[in-house]
């Protein structure tokens, strides 16, 4: 049987394996980030019929800039946003992907401060670019100081920051970003997936746009707008940049029926928002249950929890697993992430943890994941 390295692949995708998370039959699956609330009733009547009336026209090509659709998402993300300092694409990975197809590639560099999202570096070799691997404090945390003197040391083409972070839920300060934006050669890209979900008071970088042409900010409406399935993401930038992605972009990429869907979900965007109270309540239950099962985690602005210490915490996942509660091993030695679901979820979760945590944590240890 032929192997992929028996092909002609290129050298840096040799003995690489792709980007995936179990996706097993069990009763509570809380390993993906997905909103576990399902669309309303009334509104699935609502994108039926925007699929039928786009599939009229489906032997024509789709609108190629998704005009309607990125003015609507101007609309939703305020601001004064407008039309052209949008931009769509089949989910935020795509956003991404763009963004390194026109800003980076071969002999250049784009600099992620890990733990972060693991498609981050994914991304960087699929399009030729070089991945520079930043360093958080030991909570897991960024100041602006630290992000700076790092990106100074690299000067990469393009920057990668989080908030919320994913898988540690930790969100930046305007001062982090801006720090980085003063001292960054080329661009800086906020992904801001879970911005919806962060706890009050918390800015977003859509604020700093005006006088900043090099930055951008990611979106997504797989998160809070429970629409995982649709594969939308969206980002906020100088009309510039989005100038700069359709030279990259592929033709007609976003179907008449994504953005027909989208454009009926973004009508009805308080029905779809109004789960984000129920999931951070989730959310912080986790988060004080956890010191009373001899658990610790990080204070979290997202939909999920990253926690330990483990003494073990693959053997963790895996009495969990027993049990049938999926969660995600990050693959931070001490420590794994859960998201946020269902009251019903949440209470399976906690049962679970409670009748393994005894044998598994161990409160002096230090997780690997934890640099300094």
Not at 139 to 156: E, K, N, S
Request: charged share 20%.
């Amino acid at each position: 049987m032929t192997r992929v390295d028996d092909l002609p692949i290129r050298d840096d995708l040799r003995g690489r394996t792709p980007y995936g998370a179990p996706q097993l039959d069990v009763a509570i699956r809380l390993n993906t980030n997905e909103n576990a609330h399902p669309v309303p009733a009334e509104l699935v009547e609502e994108l039926v019929a925007a699929v039928r009336a786009g599939a009229a026209g489906l032997n024509r090509y789709p609108d190629r800039d998704a005009l309607d659709l990125r003015a609507e998402l101007a609309g939703y993300l305020g601001h004064g946003l407008r039309a052209g300092q949008v931009w769509a694409a089949n989910g935020s990975n795509e956003i991404l992907q763009q963004i390194l197809q026109a800003f980076g590639g071969a002999g250049r560099r784009v600099l992620g401060f890990t733990p972060s999202y693991s498609m981050h570096p994914l991304i960087a070799t699929g399009t030729s670019t070089g991945w520079v691997d930043g360093r958080r404090q030991g909570d897991f945390t960024l100041t602006p100081d630290r992000a700076a003197a790092q990106v100074l040391a690299h000067a990469p083409d393009v920057v990668f920051l989080c908030s919320p972070n994913n898988p540690t839920g930790t969100a930046l300060g305007l001062d982090v970003i801006e720090a980085v934006l003063a001292v960054a050669p080329g661009l800086v890209v906020v992904d801001e997936a879970y911005a919806e979900f962060a706890r009050p008071g918390t800015a977003s970088a859509l604020s700093l746009l005006p006088g900043n042409p090099r930055l951008v900010v990611t979106r997504t409406m797989s998160k809070a707008f429970a629409m995982a399935g649709l594969r939308l993401g969206y980002l906020a930038a100088d009309p510039a940049v989005v100038e700069a992605l359709q030279l990259v972009r592929l033709p007609y990429h976003l179907s008449t029926l994504t953005q027909a869907v989208a454009r009926a979900a973004l009508r009805h965007t308080g029905a779809l928002l109004s789960t984000v109270d129920a999931i951070t309540q989730q959310r912080d239950r986790i988060v004080a249950a956890l010191p009373g099962i001899g658990l610790t985690c990080v204070p979290s602005d997202a939909n999920f929890v990253l926690f330990g210490r483990f003494a073990d915490s693959a053997r963790a996942w895996r009495a969990l697993l027993e049990r049938g509660v999926l969660v995600r091993d990050v693959g931070l030695a001490g420590w794994l992430r859960v998201t946020a679901g269902t009251p019903d979820e949440v209470s399976g979760f906690l049962a679970a943890l409670g009748e393994i945590a005894p044998g598994e944590v161990s409160g002096d240890r230090v997780a690997e994941g934890e640099r300094a």
